[in-house]
């Protein structure tokens, strides 16, 4: 429930900005889709800045895995799963 009330939220302060700039709402498409864009965007700076608050390093490895599948709405890449080479037919029956 609180993640509805917080989506109310930003669309209410949404809609004020909308009505301050003067834009019609629902936005034409070009301006909808640049402020989502804006949006997604602007989600990545939060956890950037508390990289670069942390000393850690901003590599272009962690962009891609972290940041880009959020922006562009690609599932990230899963890690490789390593598991243990199946036993021999010898292993199995101990000889």
């Known amino acids: 429930m609180k993640l509805y009330l917080v989506s109310l939220g930003a669309g209410i302060l949404v809609g004020i900005i909308y009505a301050l700039l003067q834009v019609r709402s629902p936005a034409p498409?070009?301006?909808?889709?640049?402020?989502?864009?804006?949006?997604?965007?602007?989600?990545q700076v939060v956890p950037t800045a508390r990289r670069i608050m942390a000393g850690e390093p901003i590599?272009?490895?962690?962009?891609?895995?972290?940041?880009?599948?959020?922006?562009?709405?690609?599932?990230?890449?899963?890690?490789?799963?390593?598991?243990?080479?199946e036993p021999t037919a010898g292993e199995k029956d101990g000889t």
């Open 59 to 85: 590599t272009v490895a962690w962009f891609r895995s972290e940041c880009i599948p959020k922006i562009s709405g690609a599932p990230p890449e899963s890690p490789k799963v390593v598991t243990a080479a």
């Open 29 to 43: 498409p070009a301006i909808a889709l640049v402020g989502l864009l804006g949006m997604l965007i602007g989600e």
